[in-house]
């Protein structure tokens, strides 16, 4: 949508909302000079919508009164933005919202022109988006239902969690603050009263919930988009680099983005360097290579790898 198209919708619902207003105050409210203004109410008027003026100590425009912008006005492109919403957030959410993502999509269409139709039907055909979530979390749906009634009554919860690192899952006490898809997985922000402590648990890692009959309040500063940037800086990492061979540079050089750093080499083989959650990840991405990847730091992932291949050699020795 234009700037000025956006501009003049958000004057008429100025004007809605309040009338008698001066130039000078619905300038400074859109961002623009009062000649420019009276340019759009010329546009306005052009339009057809009823806008007059009054002069004096208490004048302004203002729309003829009775008059009421349709309750719709989409251009293409944000009728388009809306529908592909809607069902990117049946897809990420599963059950949570499906009918409600169908429903609001069938009543916006309902009401589109013919013009703003065919372009959503354009874009999706060519705008597709699929595989977010990971597969098999299906079956972990009904735990997030689950965790977002908690979180609307504020209600605490009851888990058993079973983590990366644990042999066998712990039972804790929660205020659950709000759901979060990140990577293709669902998590769950809020208070672990068992570490006493702000904590984000994988939902395909819950083994079972229960609601409880305690109440909490979310904290009124909580941002769960802060909480999860600063969870991910403080995760502890590994800083690798590794030589790939030239039978293995190309997969490196067609994937960039994954790379902090790429240094091709005159024998066609690259060096590159990445940052990884863990030492244990690091080793499995560099075995995924096979022989064409070479550790050159940091050492405790070297001889990581040269143990996993000593494993793995012992079990084809037969």
């Not at 388009?80 to 990117?88: D, M």
């Not at 042999?167 to 922000?189: H, K, M, S, T």
């Not at 229960?210 to 109440?215: F, G, P, T, V």
């Not at 802060?226 to 502890?236: G, N, T």
């Amino acid at each position: 949508m234009s700037t000025t198209a956006t501009r003049l919708i958000t004057l008429i619902m100025l004007l809605q909302r309040q009338p008698r207003q001066t130039a000078n105050d619905l300038a400074e409210k859109l961002g623009v000079s009062v000649r420019t203004l009276h340019r759009y109410m010329l546009m306005l008027d052009e339009m057809g919508i009823p806008v007059y003026s009054e002069r004096g100590r208490y004048g302004g425009f203002s729309l003829v009164r009775g008059y009421k912008m349709p309750p719709l006005i989409f251009t293409p492109e944000e009728a388009t933005a809306i529908c592909l919403g809607a069902g990117l957030v049946s897809e990420m959410w599963e059950g949570l919202y499906d009918e409600a993502s169908e429903g609001a999509v069938a009543k916006i269409e309902n009401v589109l022109p013919d013009e703003q139709r065919d372009e959503v039907a354009w874009a999706r055909r060519i705008l597709v988006t699929t595989q977010l979530k990971r597969p098999g979390l299906q079956p972990y749906a009904p735990f997030l239902n689950t965790l977002r009634k908690a979180i609307r009554l504020q209600k605490r919860v009851r888990i058993t969690y079973q983590g990366a690192s644990q042999n066998e899952p712990l039972q804790r006490e929660f205020d659950a603050y709000a759901l979060a898809f990140r990577q293709g997985w669902w998590y769950v922000i809020g208070y672990c009263h068992l570490r006493q402590d702000m904590r984000s648990f994988r939902i395909d890692r819950i083994h079972q919930i229960l609601q409880l009959d305690e109440s909490y309040q979310i904290p009124p500063e909580f941002d769960p988009q802060k909480y999860l940037a600063f969870e991910i800086q403080s995760q502890a990492q590994v800083h690798v680099r590794l030589h790939l061979a030239p039978e293995v540079a190309a997969f490196a050089l067609s994937t960039p983005a994954a790379w902090e750093k790429i240094e091709p080499q005159a024998d066609g083989s690259v060096i590159v360097a990445a940052s990884l959650p863990d030492i244990y990840w690091a080793a499995s991405m560099t075995m995924s290579f096979g022989p064409g990847a070479t550790v050159l730091e940091p050492d405790e992932l070297r001889q990581l790898v040269y143990e996993w291949a000593q494993a793995v050699a012992g079990l084809y020795e037969a």
